[in-house]
């Protein structure tokens, strides 16, 4: 008989994660774990019933329909069925809401970080509206702009699905990715007042969503981010049209294939300014710390639904006489990967928490989570694809093969050192966020952790001295500053990371008996915390024409 190998299978995703449960335990109080417990089990539940779906069904995507038979122009998009259940899955779980909702007071963004990161995968990255709306719903609350507010954030927030509004974040155009200041769309005013956005913008995702906020240069405004303004778009008129917008093509991606991604032309799309029409850039600033946490929590879905089917796999594939699980190679890989994201996984809660405080925080902790959230996203950006590459390696030739769904994580993972920022512009971020005395301040809120683990005996704080000297060092050198900065961001967050895993290490240890957070704070650390760059001559390597 011809051997047939056993796919890897997922359990319930809440009851099966040791890493989820040991932080919830750690960081909430009992009351509100039991509060929420319910529906954290269900949720995982959902996981594994959606990965099991999908395995049994053809792919599908988002199908852009432009003409209707009689001519009329309609840009219809059509939606994969996750996308179609997505408003009732994110009022009944409160994927948006939970985060602003008084009811667990601080504890609201680990509550709801926590729901984010069990349905991520299921959602076919329905996430990511749902972050551009918790980030517009920040921005107008910061904004106060009273009307706006009034107008949107309710929707935004909103526990019944009829009410529910997504919002798209629309800055990307031809000219410019990052570099906002290159903005092409102009706002122009009507003799009545209405302001009217005119323009290309060049990767619009989720598109499909009620509203967004769109950066626009006021006619006869300056050049320069400065005198940019942050709009308001209602994307329908009331009759459900397209308000002045025309879908040129939905985007041929690499990944995240069942998010609709489109170009589209605003041809006069009434637009409310936030705010004053000017300093747009400013007013988007509020929702980084939140776009860019989202980014990082899905990047630890992703690396934790790798491990999950990885392991599982290493217990049913049996090579050279026994199990993979049973191979020392194979267990020392999986387990050095476990530990990467265990380190991550703490970290990325930690900021969590720390922007659930941010109404109370100090100015030292808003300065601290100014720091750590572009660190934790730069970080858990490219550790995902690290994870998910490996993943594929461990699953060998079925890894390569399409249907077993091990492929779309490793093309899935591959958004998240891009979104909100690439690992560069997030480098260069944490250079202008940590000043001239950043290090310092980084340096002693992680031995405030130190202090709660009983001591440091990874060599955290002298990893973080000499990432200090680093910085000082080139401070009267701009280009040797940038020219490391990756490393150096790499190496604050390796170390910072270190430090929050011991502290929850040494309270699982104490508090439950469980050493396994412990062992994976050596495998981690024992990996090296330090990236810190040695200087290269980097004229020498690249070809003259790149050479300033």
Not at 163 to 179: C, K, N
Not at 445 to 473: F, K, N, Q, T, V
Request: aromatic share 8%; proline share 4%; charged share 25%.
């Amino acid at each position: 008989m011809d051997f047939i190998q056993d796919a890897p299978a997922l359990g319930n995703q809440y009851r099966d994660d040791p890493v989820l449960g040991g932080m919830l335990a750690h960081l909430l109080p009992a009351g509100v774990l039991a509060a929420i417990e319910a529906d954290l089990d269900e949720l995982g539940a959902h996981a594994a019933r959606a990965w099991l779906d999908a395995r049994t069904r053809s792919a599908t995507e988002p199908a852009l329909q432009q003409w209707d038979a009689w001519g009329a122009r309609i840009d219809r998009i059509d939606l994969t069925p996750a996308w179609r259940e997505g408003a009732a899955m994110t009022a009944r779980y409160g994927f948006v809401a939970a985060g602003h909702e008084a009811t667990h007071g601080v504890h609201a963004r680990i509550d709801q970080f926590a729901r984010v990161y069990l349905y991520h995968v299921a959602s076919e990255f329905y996430t990511c509206p749902l972050a551009m709306s918790d980030g517009a719903a920040t921005a107008l609350k910061a904004s106060g702009a009273r009307a706006l507010i009034d107008l949107a954030v309710p929707r935004l927030l909103a526990r019944d699905p009829a009410r529910l509004w997504l919002s798209g974040q629309w800055m990307t155009e031809t000219a410019g990715g990052s570099d906002v200041a290159r903005t092409g769309t102009v706002a122009r005013r009507d003799r009545d007042g209405t302001w009217r956005l005119y323009g290309r913008k060049w990767f619009t995702s989720a598109v499909v969503g009620e509203m967004a906020l769109a950066l626009a240069r006021p006619e006869g405004a300056g050049d320069g981010t400065d005198a940019l303004a942050l709009f308001l778009v209602e994307t329908r008129d009331a009759h459900g049209r397209w308000n002045g917008i025309r879908i040129d093509r939905l985007k041929d991606k690499l990944g995240t294939r069942q998010l609709p991604t489109a170009e589209i032309h605003l041809e006069g799309v009434p637009a409310m300014p936030v705010g004053e029409p000017a300093h747009g850039v400013r007013m988007i600033a509020p929702m980084l710390n939140v776009t860019r946490t989202w980014n990082a929590v899905c990047a630890l879905a992703t690396m934790r639904r790798c491990l999950a089917l990885a392991v599982d796999y290493a217990r049913r594939r049996d090579a050279f006489g026994r199990p993979l699980a049973r191979q020392p190679l194979h267990r020392a890989t999986l387990a050095s990967l476990a530990a990467e994201f265990e380190a991550a996984f703490h970290f990325v809660f930690f900021v969590a928490a720390l922007l659930g405080r941010v109404a109370q925080a100090t100015p030292a902790e808003r300065a601290l989570l100014r720091v750590l959230t572009p660190l934790a996203k730069l970080w858990t950006g490219r550790l995902a694809v690290r994870v998910a590459s490996e993943t594929c390696e461990a699953f060998g030739g079925a890894g390569y093969i399409e249907n077993t769904g091990i492929p779309q994580l490793l093309r899935d993972a591959q958004v998240f050192p891009i979104w909100e920022g690439t690992t560069n512009v997030l480098a260069l971020d944490v250079l202008r966020a940590l000043g001239t005395d950043g290090v310092d301040a980084l340096a002693q809120a992680a031995r405030a952790l130190l202090a709660e683990a009983g001591g440091d005996r990874h060599g955290i704080g002298d990893c973080l001295d000499a990432a200090r000297d680093w910085h000082a060092s080139r401070r009267g050198a701009r280009d040797a500053l940038e020219a490391g900065a990756r490393g150096f961001a790499t190496t604050l967050a390796r170390a910072f990371a270190a430090a929050v895993l011991a502290r929850h290490a040494a309270w699982a240890a104490r508090e439950r008996g469980d050493r396994r957070a412990l062992a994976a704070l050596d495998a981690f650390a024992g990996a090296g915390l330090s990236r810190l760059a040695r200087a290269v001559d980097d004229d020498a390597l690249l070809p003259d024409n790149c050479a300033p």
